[in-house]
């Protein structure tokens, strides 16, 4: 991609889609079912597995990143769709980054 690339602090505007294997047709939540993309707001907290995506991201970048259920939904999981020991895939497409000020 071009433009700055994304780091802690930084805003952004996105796509992403977050899978389970109990269901690969079928994202568990995803920005592409609403009408408008996901907002990250400069300087506001960002989830571990989005910075882990983000980091040294440029606009027009796309990055696919896994993680244990355990990492985003904590030990219990989110069954049925994401259930303990599961691994999730998240899919992020970076369209602007807000550098932080």
Known sequence: GDGPAWAPGAGATLDYA????ADPAAP???????????RIEVH???????AQALSGLRPGGRRVVRAPVEEVY???????????????VLQVDLLAVEPAR
Do not use: K, M, Q
């Open 28 to 38: 568990i939540d995803t920005s592409l079912l609403r009408w408008y993309p996901h």
């Open 74 to 88: 904590g030990p219990e999981g989110r069954p049925p769709l994401a259930p303990p020991g599961a691994t999730l």
């Open 44 to 50: 506001r907290p960002v989830a571990p597995l989005f």
């Open 18 to 21: 977050l899978w389970s294997p």
